[in-house]
DNA sequence: CTATGCGATGACAGTGTCTGACATCATCGG
DNA sequence: CCGATGATGTCAGACACTGTCATCGCATAG
């Protein structure tokens, strides 16, 4: 592989979160995270398209994992139900400890360059939900309304997932706030 | 007011438009705005916080307006139909012709850059229109439903809005896309 | 065993955004 | 006419990010 030691990328992204956690991200140069993992600035930049993005590196599949569970959806369900199901289902399954995406994201919520990457991201999970949706035949409006409202109430209830000081689960918060939303139409 | 001509931050704004519709937003730099509007870089940075920022200008008042509205709603509206009528009034009043508009989305389309701000921008009204709701005695979550979809609602409506090949107003698209979000409850 | 190609890294120069500090100039109130 | 105030100019600099070419290790063919 490399021509050092292997692993670079994750050294690197190992080296960024520790400087982000302690330091802050403003506060921290890539070339500090390439010398703490061993590596060159242009390194970095060759392994991650810029100083945020190592933050996100979950998010991909995030993604793929909603995207397919939309896809593979069961014929009679509709746009809405197939993608409240998707999220429902990574709420339980895909996040790491809420103690773990509480750090993150209260280094997300310190920075407003990372929130705008982080709005982008659910952006494109919006777009590409909506693009499946209609691959099942669904129209336009209805499959873009269905993406984006899920991803509204993705939004609501990690947010509240991360707050909660009874520390319920992210797939409970996830089923409450997805009701709320049924209701209040 | 200023040491030479007057309104030096429309004349900015003014110039970085021109410059981005023609040359594209990266390929115009900071120095190329400000000398043809007759100024120095760095009163550029004065006047806007960054380079993005020029492109957002109306996007304050569009959330005061918002939030003006959700707050002065009749008492018995509920905090969707609050959150509804707010955007079916800005959609009918507050939005430039369709042509500028698409033009300026014609440009944020291309640079993620951008985009990222916007996506920022409606979750600051997004947030905003939580808080309204929740001056007015609407739970946290309730709240943080309702503003959130209807931001959801808007964004799905000014998308189909500008990409319209029959031209139809905005508040026709935003009271569709509202339809839909009710339906698919 | 050696040559050769390939992929990852280093080295280096350069551009552009954005900030801090200080000087300068116009206008306005006294 | 003078001093305060606010907007601008000037300059230096940090830092993110990119392009380019050299270098090095590994694998594989011969």
């Given amino acids: 592989m490399g021509r050092w030691e292997p692993n670079a990328q994750s050294r690197l992204r190992q080296a960024a979160m520790d400087l982000y956690a302690s330091r802050g991200f403003e506060r921290t140069t890539v ?6 993992a061993g590596l060159t600035e242009r390194t970095f930049f060759r392994h991650f398209a810029d100083k945020r993005e190592v933050f996100f590196a979950g998010s991909e599949r995030l993604r793929e994992l909603l995207v397919a569970t939309v896809t593979d959806a069961p014929v009679e369900a509709g746009p809405a139900q197939a993608v409240a199901a998707a999220f429902e ?3 339980a399954d895909y996040f790491p400890p809420v103690a773990f995406s509480r750090q993150r994201q209260s280094v997300i919520d ?7 990457r982080e709005l982008v991201k659910l952006h494109a999970v919006a777009a590409e939900l909506a693009a499946a949706l209609q691959r099942r035949g669904v129209s336009e409006l209805r499959a873009a309304i269905a993406a984006e409202s899920g991803v509204a109430a993705f939004k609501v209830a990690f947010s509240r997932w991360i707050n909660d000081p009874d520390d319920r689960e992210l797939s409970t918060h996830m089923r409450e706030a997805l009701a709320e939303l ?3 139409a």
């Fill in 110 to 116: 310190a920075n407003i360059s990372l929130q705008e």
């Fill in 89 to 91: 289902s990574v709420a």
């Fill in 31 to 36: 070339a500090e995270i390439a010398e703490k």
């Fill in 182 to 184: 049924r209701r209040a």
